[in-house]
Each structure stands twice: as C-alpha cells, then as structure tokens.
C-alpha cells in the first residue's frame, strides 16, 4: 500500500529566510508526487507534481520540489518565505494501481515578519 | 478560470439527521471524487466516478453514506443518519480522467455534527 509521512507538524521561517517541507513517501512502483496548499475553511490548491524527468519541479507562487529516489523523499522548498505562504501543506502519492491519492497529515508552514 | 463548486459550504445538523451536499466539477472532467478531511489529517478519498459509474468505493461507509452522479456531471454525496464523528471537511474533487494526474478540488463542505 501507499503512503505519506510528512515528519513535521509544523515549520516556522521568517519572512525572506529559505524554507524547506519535509516529505518522504512509499509506493510499489514508479511515484506520482503532488504538493497541495490548503488555507483556512478553502479547499486544497495544486502547487506541483513530480511524474518523470528532471528531480527539480517547479511549481506555482515561487515554490519548487526535489525528488530524491534513493531516500524516497519529494521535499517542498522555497529561496525566500513571504507571510502570505503560511498555511498548510500536503504531499500526495499516486501510484499507478489504484489510481487515487494518498495525502500526508499536512505540514503548517507559519512565516513571521 | 473554472472551479470546483460546492455548496453548502457550512452545514450544521443533530445527530441522526440527513445532511446531503452537492459538486459541480470543471466542465468536461470526467472524474470526480469525494474526500473526508477530518481536523488535523489530510483528505481520505471516500468515492471515486468515472463519469456516472463508481469506481472506488472501498472506503465509503455504506451503511450511512451514499454518492451519486446520475447524468455524470454533478455530484451528490448524502449522509443517513449523521453521527457526531462524520463532523468534518468534506471536499470534492476532479480531473480530466481517471488518467489524468491532477486534481482540482473545491472549497469544501463544513460539517459538524451536534
């Protein structure tokens, strides 16, 4: 079965200061890896996904993500953190059987002034 | 752009009570889901169209929930009876396909439960 550890609760940067969201998954086969943003009482916003090719993947609003095979990881950066990129964020996992996503717990990404 | 619709986007009802809630997915996804996003966890995939036939329902709980997508557009998802655990976010989902890598979601429906 597939899964998403996401290790961190949350993380907390200051504004201008490089962040990094932590994600390591597991899957059967060859991953499909999705970063989702989520702000209060709204639905989920698609950042990125990483299906094949280059490891660096970027993505909406400044973000981008490294796909690491040997350590199973698809970490979430950013070079400089705004306050308004506080909210939370989910890694997901598709495999290719079944065809549906698997999200983390979510990180809260808090960036102070 | 278009959106994910979904409405209500509150509902509060008593324990035992039919609560329904409605999606209208992108136009021309074929795809739709239904998630339950509990406080403090991320979403679990509740049940999955291809058009107007289900393809996942593994982990809809049957005996209180039902989904439909009669002409394979608009989706409803019905709870009957409500209990105080289903309070949750639950949101709707859609892509081009079942192939399609991507998923567009909607704002959600809040639910809670007295």
């Known amino acids: 079965a597939q899964s998403v550890a996401q290790p961190e609760d949350q993380v907390n940067v200051a504004e201008g200061n490089p962040l990094t969201v932590k994600c390591t998954y597991s899957v059967s086969g060859n991953p499909y890896l999705f970063w989702y943003v989520q702000y209060p009482n709204r639905g989920l916003q698609f950042l990125l996904k990483?299906?094949?090719?280059?490891?660096l993947v970027k993505g909406s609003y400044g973000f981008e993500a490294e796909f690491n095979k040997s350590q199973t990881s698809f970490h979430l950066k950013k070079p400089s953190a705004l306050v308004s990129d506080s909210a939370l964020y989910f890694c997901a996992v598709r495999d290719m059987v079944p065809s549906t996503l698997t999200f983390g717990k979510g990180t809260m990404l808090l960036v102070s002034p | 752009e278009a959106e994910v619709a979904q409405s209500p986007r509150y509902k509060i009802t008593e324990k035992s009570q039919a609560v329904a809630f409605w999606c209208d997915p992108i136009s021309g996804h074929a795809t739709l889901y239904w998630y339950r996003q509990i406080l403090g966890q991320g979403p679990e995939l509740l049940v999955q169209f291809q058009d107007e036939s289900v393809v996942d329902d593994s982990q809809l709980p049957k005996d209180r929930f039902s989904a439909e997508r009669l002409k394979g557009v608009d989706s409803t998802l019905k709870i009957q009876p409500a209990e105080l655990g289903d309070s949750a976010m639950y949101l709707c989902?859609?892509?081009?396909?079942?192939?399609?890598?991507?998923?567009?979601f909607g704002p959600g429906t809040r639910l809670l439960v007295l």
């Open positions: 990483y299906i094949t090719g280059d490891n």
């Open positions: 989902a859609s892509s081009p396909d079942r192939n399609q890598e991507t998923q567009y």
